[in-house]
């Protein structure tokens, strides 16, 4: 969790925000999943095109205040029903974030796993303090976040919407410096594992009846 | 019916309502927080757990309806172990500040951890600390005292239609505010105050100044709109501190609007509280005997009429009109703001349906009024029923104002109503749909050249449109201000003629004074009124008489004295009865219940008290061509909510406000 929450009035908020194009076709898509009167049900998926948006034209994906009021408009909620979600959920960053937000999963299977040395191995090749802060150069944030569901192939680093598994100090640090450099590695499995399959390779049903 | 027992006590209630509910018509009191009887259920406080037989564990019974054959126990052991243990969770983060907090005294959760709490704390860890929050110039915040009821954030989401305010973040770090810091943009903001159960929203004008048990409390009624608000004024040496509502279901529910609660700092400024005498040019200081034998050589063979302002009572206005008759003068007024208002009948100028009618309505008609700013408690009212009975509101007026409910926007003025009239308007099938349906027409909107025809027009309207059943009515004017209504009980609509040569105002700012009249200025606070004036005598503000109001309903009610007026300032009925008695004309009451003997023979409506429900049964329609209506369109007449009286027009309190809600009306 964010170290320091609050409130909306201490972060600087851009003076406008308004959909454009790609977020308007996104929205019509979403908006129509709902039953006509119940558009305030659509009002997550329309955070994160906010957010999506604000990555797109600033390079850090935050909601400001301004796109909110502009998803209650839209879905003709009251702005602060719109607010009360958003701060709600950890995945809607209520500030703005570094180029890349690193999401360190800290629940027991990661955390077993080897989590503490991924969070280190972040704080120290992406140059952060700690949890809920970002690196002076304006490339990271660090976040720690609960279990991703990705627990088998634990310990699991999400950077913005992509999944790195199998993680560990050296990965990690290799993980980072790529991402300065502007490449963007595949994501996955970074030891190779096949989806969730067994490391190294088949461990049961070796044997193929009839053979 | 369901039946349910209480502690072996049998009661029978109505399907559907709450095991709470149950447990207090057998007379159980259920501790509570979040739980209100004019709100949502939140049901997250859990301070009012109790037993249920078979029932594995405690219930929160705000939120457990009852079922036939059902065993509550309010005071097992279960039930005060639960409760317990409830208090010291809201007791965790609830500072111990007290002393200092001004909820003290009245605070339900100190006297729910006296009844029942535990006695010690085990709680060793620090408690969280929130930032206050900033919800406008009348509610002050000290979130550390939050205990997260929600209460308020109901309240402006349900009751005052401003959903302005919610819980922000979530578990330990849940905070409730508006999140981006603004002023609450609403005319109930004081409720809040009355409803958090803690500290947390106190009073900002009253912060630090008394406590509960060192003020005297009076019950009266508020004037300052015309709803006829029920009210405690709370008083210590001589000064009134605060104002409360009180309940009145059919008035005001609990609610208040915020102009009542809070101008009253404006009784102590800008008073008059001693007679002035007009020598040279100049106002000059004077005795009573002197204002009052400067009254008698000034008017000496003069033609003299009489004006009542917006904010007298009964009482002093019987007393003027009986001193005019005396005086041989029939020439009163009281609509000083040139509303075309027809007094030969009383439904033609009251509330007819009653505020508590409005929950019956199943139609409504706004003409050339802004029920949230001219009564805010009554448009409360109409949010509810369209709340709950989804209601159709047709509104003809400015474009885009907020009303806090939905409404049907048909027009900007005349022209609409003219079309109403001949029932070509497509708003005319809902209104001939509907079985209740009603109209409310602003007073403001009859103050124009044309008000005579308006007021006709919106009176064939209700005809036309099924509004005048034998057992409803449905034609209502909209009054601003809770003096408004007894001078037009009491005769103030003869006119003043052009020609006059002395004017006695009670308390009246009219727009013209004819040049060279003698004017006498009796009333509270100095205006126009007073600065044109040759004598001026110091009466009594609402607080500071035993007196009777009329609201718009035309319901007759009566406040009582709270303070005495400042300095030489007098009750104005007794002002009136000593001036008579220097005139030579003494008028036959020495005591307050002589004036009301002769109130009740004036108008027989002050014989009684309340409101009685009425139907209408004669058509005839008030004077005035109901097809000369203007195609002007009908502005909302009160701006500056405010300040839109003497008293809050000299309030600091409410000054503040203007500055923060209408920033360009300051300047």
Not at chain 2, 271 to 296: C, H, M, N, Y
Not at chain 2, 436 to 452: E, H, N
Not at chain 2, 637 to 644: E, S
Request: aromatic share 6%; charged share 25%; hydrophobic share 40%.
């Amino acid at each position: 969790m964010d170290a320091e929450l609050s409130t909306a009035t201490e972060i600087p908020q851009p003076n406008s925000f308004s959909f454009d194009e790609e977020s308007l076709k996104a929205i019509e898509a979403i908006v129509k999943r709902y039953p006509p009167g119940k558009q305030a049900s659509a009002v997550i998926p329309l955070l994160y095109v906010v957010q999506r948006q604000m990555k797109r034209s600033t390079g850090s994906g935050w909601v400001p205040n301004k796109g909110m009021d502009a998803v209650a408009e839209r879905l003709g909620m009251a702005p602060i029903r719109v607010y009360e979600v958003a701060t709600f959920y950890f995945m809607f960053n209520m500030k703005p974030i570094g180029k890349h937000h690193l999401q360190v999963c800290a629940t027991t299977p990661c955390w077993l796993r080897g989590s503490d040395e991924v969070s280190r191995a972040c704080r120290e090749a992406g140059k952060l303090g700690g949890w809920g802060q970002t690196s002076e150069d304006g490339m990271f944030t660090l976040s720690e976040v609960e279990c991703l569901g990705g627990c088998v192939n634990a310990p699991i680093l999400q950077v913005d919407d992509d999944y790195y598994e199998d993680m560990d100090y050296e990965s990690t640090v290799r993980l980072i410096e790529a991402l300065r450099r502007g490449e963007r590695p595949a994501p996955g499995s970074v030891i190779g594992r096949q989806t969730s399959a067994p490391e190294g390779g088949p461990q049961t049903l070796l044997d193929v009846p009839g053979e | 019916m369901a039946k349910v027992t209480v502690d072996g006590i049998e009661v029978e209630v109505p399907n559907g309502v709450s095991v709470l509910q149950a447990c207090e018509a057998a007379g159980k009191e259920i501790p509570r927080f979040c739980y209100h009887e004019r709100l949502s259920v939140a049901g997250n406080c859990r301070m009012c757990l109790v037993e249920v037989e078979k029932a594995p564990k405690p219930i929160a019974s705000c939120a457990y309806p009852v079922a036939d054959g059902m065993k509550v126990f309010t005071d097992s052991p279960m039930v005060r172990n639960g409760r317990r243990g409830v208090m010291e969770f809201l007791l965790i983060n609830h500072p111990l500040d007290c002393p200092i907090c001004d909820q003290g005294g009245e605070c339900d959760l100190q006297d729910q951890a006296i009844a029942f709490g535990g006695d010690a704390s085990r709680y060793r860890e620090e408690k969280r600390a929130v930032k206050d929050k900033y919800l406008g110039p009348l509610v002050k915040t000290i979130m550390n005292r939050c205990i997260q009821c929600t209460r308020c954030v109901r309240f402006a989401t349900e009751v005052a239609g401003v959903p302005e305010l919610g819980a922000t973040n979530r578990g330990e770090n849940m905070e409730i505010g508006t999140y981006v810091e603004k002023a609450l943009t609403t005319e109930l903001s004081g409720n809040l105050i009355d409803i958090c159960p803690v500290g947390a929203l106190t009073s900002r004008p009253y912060a630090y100044v008394s406590r509960p048990w060192e003020l005297r409390k009076t019950d009266s009624v508020d004037v300052l709109d015309a709803t006829g608000t029920n009210i405690r004024v709370d008083a210590r040496s001589g000064e009134v501190l605060r104002i409360l509502p009180r309940t009145n279901d059919d008035v005001n529910e609990e609610w208040m609007a915020d102009r009542g609660r809070f101008a009253f700092d404006g009784l102590k400024r800008r008073r008059l509280d001693r007679p002035w005498v007009r020598q040279g040019g100049k106002l000059k200081p004077a005795s009573w005997a002197e204002a009052f034998t400067a009254i008698a050589a000034g008017i000496k063979g003069r033609k003299i009429g009489a004006m009542a302002g917006d904010l007298v009572d009964a009482e002093a206005t019987v007393a003027l009109r009986d001193l005019m008759a005396a005086l041989g003068s029939d020439h009163l007024e009281c609509r000083t703001d040139g509303a075309a208002i027809d007094a030969s009948r009383r439904d033609f100028y009251t509330f007819n349906t009653g505020i508590v009618g409005i929950e019956e309505a199943d139609a409504l008609l706004i003409i050339g009024s802004n029920p949230r700013v001219e009564a805010p408690v009554i448009n409360a009212r109409i949010r509810k029923r369209v709340a709950t009975g989804g209601i159709p509101v047709g509104f003809i007026g400015p474009r885009g104002l907020n009303l806090t409910y939905a409404q049907d926007w048909l027009g900007e003025g005349g022209a609409t109503l003219s079309a109403l009239v001949g029932g070509q308007h497509r708003f005319n099938e809902v209104l001939r749909g509907a079985k209740r349906p009603m109209v409310i027409l602003g007073r403001g909107a009859l103050a124009r050249p044309d008000g005579a025809a308006v007021l006709a027009a919106a009176w064939q309207v209700a005809v036309e449109n099924g509004m005048l059943q034998a057992d409803w009515h449905g034609f209502n004017l909209l009054h601003q201000f809770g003096g408004q209504v007894a001078p037009l009980d009491l005769g103030f609509t003869t006119g003043i003629p052009a020609d006059v040569q002395a004017l006695w105002l009670l308390g009246a700012e009219p727009s013209v004074v004819p040049e060279g009249a003698f004017v006498i200025y009796q009333g509270h606070h100095g205006e126009a009124g007073a600065a044109r004036a040759d004598v001026i005598l110091p009466g009594a503000a609402y607080t500071e008489k035993d007196a009777t109001w009329v609201n718009t309903e035309g319901r007759v009610q009566r406040g009582r004295l709270a303070v005495y007026p400042p300095g030489e300032a007098r009750e104005d009925w007794k002002i009136l009865r000593a001036a008579s008695e220097v005139l030579g004309l003494r008028l036959p009451y020495d005591s307050l219940d002589g004036v009301r003997a002769r109130l009740a023979e004036a108008n027989p409506v002050f014989a009684g008290a309340g409101f009685v429900a009425h139907g209408c049964t004669d058509m005839t329609g008030p004077a005035g061509d109901a097809g000369g209506v203007a195609e002007v369109a009908f502005d909302t007449t009160v701006h500056n909510y405010w300040q839109a009286d003497v008293i809050s027009r000299a309030s600091a309190t409410m000054a503040e406000c203007a500055r923060t809600y209408l920033p360009q009306a300051a300047e």
